[in-house]
């Protein structure tokens, strides 16, 4: 393969982040999942309950559908990862995954803000959800073919600064051109793009089929670039690929590093996703911000993303993953405690004067942060990963990389719902998410920077 080739190569995986994206930014995090979360809220307290106890159910219904969604990606990923690596294939089901984002998303236009089918769009939101994190899972796999374990930290990190971007420029377009305000205009201060009807929240709502259409139309570049190595056999062998994949979980009591790693990126991953999933639900019911104040949130949140991925990968290549997992974890942490103990009225037990903007001034400090040191985060976890996977079969690896990711997905959101259930606040909710990254934290201790490959090569050979 030639240098220009190889270039290419790696330029068309970037097109995948840069296509992905706007999924994680602008349905689970900044549009979407704070406008359902609003619509959940309205139906509650038309049947009766109170404000803040209709907030609470409202979280708690997210967090619901997030942990059905995490359980079934946990369960399945290693298992798709072990039968890709029997034929060598990727392609065919990044290509089939990537049909149940499209449809998933675009599905969304029909989520109506009286809340009559919305149990059904959260349904349809978990379809896409699904697809989009089993596609990654294969995309994550190509990764180590792509350079040396020194240079993937920096592709990695330069992959994710892509995609922020174009997270950032899909956010824009939306809000400048059909999410609606208040006064039922865009932040250009014009009526939503092609008549859509701001009283039914179109314009809002117009964010599923704009991701589903980003992602077929930046896709291509991937599909033209990004090839399938020779292939190893012409059909799936289950058998085989559940030998390997029961292999490789028993060799874990041997590989220390490997094991620690699985279960810390577990709790801190887990955690980041919380993170995530609830950012934009928070600043909806907590500080009660409107659809298109979370998504210019999301647009400085991005582009943090995107500038501290591309440092992040810098450093990584300079330091390793390792040191710049322990750091992100901290300021994460950090995060996390401001979050709970703030509101609209107080911030550190401290009263605040009606109206104060501090609240609003230190939550877009906070988006800073769980932008780029998460952005940061995800990139030096899977370089690190790279350090630990059999290079023979990449995609069972990052199978179990997706295991590890989201065996325990349940548990942020189910803490969450638990949490927010018991104390009916959405702001105490977020709690459980410091002691996610203190695990993490505490299993990294026994991860090797440079990671296990050359014990895994003694141990297969003896």
Same mark, same amino acid.
């Given at each position: 393969?030639?240098?220009i ?10 097109f995948?982040d ?19 979360? $609003?619509?959940?809220?309205?139906? =509650? ?14 979280? +708690?219904?997210?967090?619901? @559908?997030?942990?059905? *969604? $995490?359980?079934?990606?946990g ?8 039968? #890709?690596d029997?034929?060598?294939r ?22 109506v ?36 374990d ?27 051109? =059909? ?8 932040l /250009?201060?014009?009526? %939503?793009?092609f008549?859509?009807?701001a009283?039914?929240?179109? $314009?809002?709502? *117009? ?6 259409i980003?992602?077929?139309? =930046? ?5 033209l ?51 995530y999933? =609830?950012? &934009?639900t928070? #600043?909806?019911? !907590? /500080? ?8 210019v ?14 440092? &992040? ?7 390793? %993953? ?17 979050? !709970?103990? @703030?509101?609209?009225?107080?911030i ?14 230190v939550?877009? &400090?906070? &988006? ?8 940061? /985060? ?16 990449? +995609? ?9 990711g ?10 969450i719902?638990?949490? +927010? ?10 709690? %459980? ?30």
């Amino acid at each position: 393969m030639t240098a220009i080739s190889t270039r290419r190569r790696i330029w068309g995986w970037f097109f995948f982040d840069w296509a992905s994206q706007p999924y994680h930014t602008l349905l689970l995090t900044f549009i979407f999942g704070p406008y359902i979360a $609003g619509v959940a809220a309205e139906t =509650f307290i038309a049947d009766g309950a109170s404000e803040e106890a209709a907030k609470a159910q409202a979280q +708690t219904l997210w967090s619901t @559908m997030l942990t059905i *969604a $995490g359980l079934i990606i946990g369960l399945s990923a290693p298992i798709l990862g072990a039968l #890709a690596d029997t034929t060598g294939r990727r392609r065919p089901w990044i290509s089939t995954f990537s049909l149940m984002y499209v449809v998933g998303a675009a599905s969304l236009w029909f989520a109506v803000p009286d809340g009559s089918n919305l149990i059904q769009m959260l349904v349809l939101f978990a379809v896409g959800f699904i697809g989009a994190e089993f596609v990654l899972i294969f995309i994550n796999a190509q990764l180590p073919s792509l350079g040396s374990d020194q240079e993937v930290g920096k592709i990695s990190g330069s992959g994710f600064a892509f995609g922020y971007l174009g997270g950032f420029l899909a956010l824009l377009i939306l809000l400048a051109f =059909f999410a609606e305000q208040g006064n039922g205009k865009t932040l /250009l201060g014009m009526d %939503p793009a092609f008549g859509l009807d701001a009283n039914a929240k179109e $314009g809002t709502r *117009a964010v599923g089929p704009i991701v589903a259409i980003w992602f077929a139309v =930046f896709m291509v570049p991937y599909f033209l670039w990004v090839k399938d190595d020779a292939p190893k056999a012409d059909r799936i062998n289950f058998a085989k690929a559940m030998s390997q994949l029961s292999g490789s979980i028993r060799a874990l009591r041997k590989r220390v590093s490997l094991a620690s790693y699985l279960g810390s990126s577990m709790f801190y991953r887990d955690a980041l996703g919380g993170l995530y999933g =609830f950012g &934009g639900t928070y #600043a909806r019911l !907590v /500080l009660d911000w409107s659809i298109v104040q979370i998504g210019v949130f999301g647009i400085i949140s991005i582009i943090a993303a995107a500038i501290f991925s591309w440092l &992040g990968g810098k450093a990584d290549f300079k330091r390793g %993953p390792k040191p710049v997992i322990k750091f992100c974890i901290w300021m994460l942490i950090a995060v996390c405690i401001v979050v !709970v103990s @703030m509101d609209r009225t107080q911030i550190f037990g401290m009263a605040l004067a009606e109206g104060s903007s501090i609240p609003d001034l230190v939550f877009y &400090g906070c &988006g800073i942060l769980i932008g780029g040191m998460g952005g940061i /985060l995800q990139s030096a976890s899977r370089s690190l990963m790279v350090r630990h996977s059999d290079p023979d079969n990449p +995609t069972e690896s990052f199978g179990l990389f997706g295991l590890s990711g989201r065996a325990t997905a349940f548990l942020a959101p189910a803490s969450i719902g638990a949490v +927010t259930a018991m104390t009916e606040s959405a702001r105490i909710g977020i709690s %459980p998410l410091i002691v996610l990254f203190l695990l993490g934290l505490f299993l990294l201790r026994w991860v090797k920077p440079e990671g296990d490959r050359a014990e895994w090569d003694a141990s297969s050979q003896s």
